[in-house]
């Protein structure tokens, strides 16, 4: 099979699929137009974030057997489209599930503990203990909207924490030792930290607006390690200042380019952002780690080799 690399990833890809026969082809700086007019000439692609493979796109790619994301989100590709053809669609959320679970925990504890803040008043000669007294996440109940590999990732962790970690998801059943599944309505009325661990769709678009903030019965900390898009920002923001939400843990901004590699827009919501000493902004790293990175590249050179090995 005739495979094309759109996007740099962990050289074990390349390395144990050459030794399988697979045939591959690196191409990192092609438009999409130009790779558009070739696709056709592959069985398989396997791809990050940097082109959409949008109706047009699979429509071209004629001889397509497979698509294979390095990472968990697919927003990116026309799924009732490739799921028309009969294209394969396989991702990794397996590999990068521990880092964002590690990263969720760490920027909580940042934040309640006002850990960056302390420590940078210190070095600049402010010594402030009552002001940068912390609020522990022992007893805190913690709300994850969201099941699948990341939520129960984090989830596993904050139950070590003394958490009562509940869920909502789509999916029915899942409850297991660590969380307890609920209806949103529930998870409003009980979460004081809340999580975001689903993907980008026209239904969990601007899911977090100001009417779901309004209607959280307690004050909260907020966490999206999910996608930016996920959120109103304007909406968060003023619920920041009101006190609503008393921080913000944020891996991911509605600004992001689609191929997340940098941001796309500045305005005085994303100001507030970067200035408030109530949010902690990542650059979309949370899945980001040495080992996540092998991992991620491990989950798709087996899942290919499985089916078209």
């Not at 999409?32 to 398989?44: H, Q, S, T």
């Not at 930016?228 to 920041?240: D, I, Q, R």
């Amino acid at each position: 099979m005739k495979i094309l690399l759109l996007d740099k990833n962990h050289p074990l890809i390349t390395e144990q699929l050459l030794a399988k026969n697979f045939i591959l082809e690196e191409d990192f700086t092609s438009t999409y137009d130009e790779v558009c007019d070739k696709i056709n000439n592959y069985d398989g692609i396997i791809i990050r974030s940097r082109i959409p493979l949008d109706k047009n796109f699979l429509e071209q790619a004629q001889n397509l057997k497979f698509i294979a994301r390095v990472g968990a989100g697919m927003e990116n590709i026309d799924i009732p489209v490739a799921e028309k053809l009969g294209i394969q669609l396989i991702n990794s959320p397996e590999g990068n599930r521990d880092s964002v679970a590690e990263h969720v925990v760490g920027m909580l504890l940042v934040l309640m503990n006002r850990l960056f803040i302390a420590s940078q008043e210190v070095k600049n000669g402010i010594w402030k203990r009552e002001e940068n007294r912390g609020d522990e996440l022992l007893g805190k109940t913690v709300g994850l909207i969201g099941y699948g590999n990341m939520g129960k990732a984090t989830a596993k962790r904050l139950s070590g924490f003394g958490c009562k970690v509940i869920f909502h998801d789509i999916l029915p059943s899942l409850s297991d030792e660590c969380a307890t599944q609920v209806t949103l309505d529930e998870l409003k009325k009980s979460a004081e930290v809340l999580s975001l661990h689903i993907p980008l769709t026209s239904e969990t678009h601007y899911l977090i607006d100001g009417e779901f903030i309004s209607e959280m019965k307690n004050d909260f900390y907020f966490v999206n390690t999910a996608r930016g898009k996920n959120v109103e920002t304007k909406s968060l923001v003023e619920a920041l200042k009101s006190g609503k939400v008393k921080g913000a843990c944020l891996d991911v901004l509605e600004y992001e380019k689609s191929s997340f590699e940098h941001l796309e827009t500045e305005n005085e919501d994303l100001k507030y952002l970067l200035e408030s000493e109530k949010a902690m902004v990542t650059p979309h790293i949370a899945g980001w780690t040495h080992q996540s990175k092998e991992k991620l590249a491990q989950f798709i050179v087996d899942k290919i080799v499985a089916s078209h090995g």
